[in-house]
Nanobody, 128 residues
Framework: QIQLAESGGGTVQAGGSLRLSCVASGNKYYRTPCMGWFRQAPGKEREMVALIDTGDSRTYYSASVKGRFAISKQDNAKDTVYLQMNSLKPEDSAVYYC???????????????????WGQGTQVTVSD
């Protein structure tokens, strides 16, 4: 049973930074999973934030966070990813969810990929 645990959320003033972490436990079979972050604000649909192919480290970002956020994976720990969030804006406030799924040959780990494993979410609040 794959389980995801997020941490690092909190409240920060606009312009500040936060770093989110996600650890996937129970993964015994998949060497290079797709992992990443989605977010959902009240009254809005869940949207992709940043995704990473843990095999080749290829990354994908939404236009709204590109240049401000950076997703990375921990070296020698395939099931741990981070989201460094800089220059935070009030509109970044949301519940951030970690996502995980086994890789598929020839398929990019982007927002069209079907992620089936999700964390419980961590709240990020940016005050102005």
């Amino acid at each position: 049973q794959i389980q995801l645990a997020e941490s690092g959320g909190g409240t920060v003033q606009a312009g500040g930074s936060l770093r989110l972490s996600c650890v996937a436990s129970g993964n015994k079979y998949y060497r290079t999973p797709c992992m990443g972050w989605f977010r959902q604000a009240p009254g809005k649909e869940r949207e992709m934030v940043a995704l990473i192919d843990t095999g080749d480290s290829r990354t994908y970002y939404s236009a709204s966070v590109k240049g401000r956020f950076a997703i990375s994976k921990q070296d020698n720990a395939k099931d741990t990813v981070y989201l460094q969030m800089n220059s935070l804006k009030p509109e970044d406030s949301a519940v951030y969810y970690c996502a995980f799924d086994p890789p598929s040959v020839g398929v990019a780990c982007d927002d069209r990929y079907l992620y089936n494993y999700w964390g419980q979410g961590t709240q990020v609040t940016v005050s102005d």
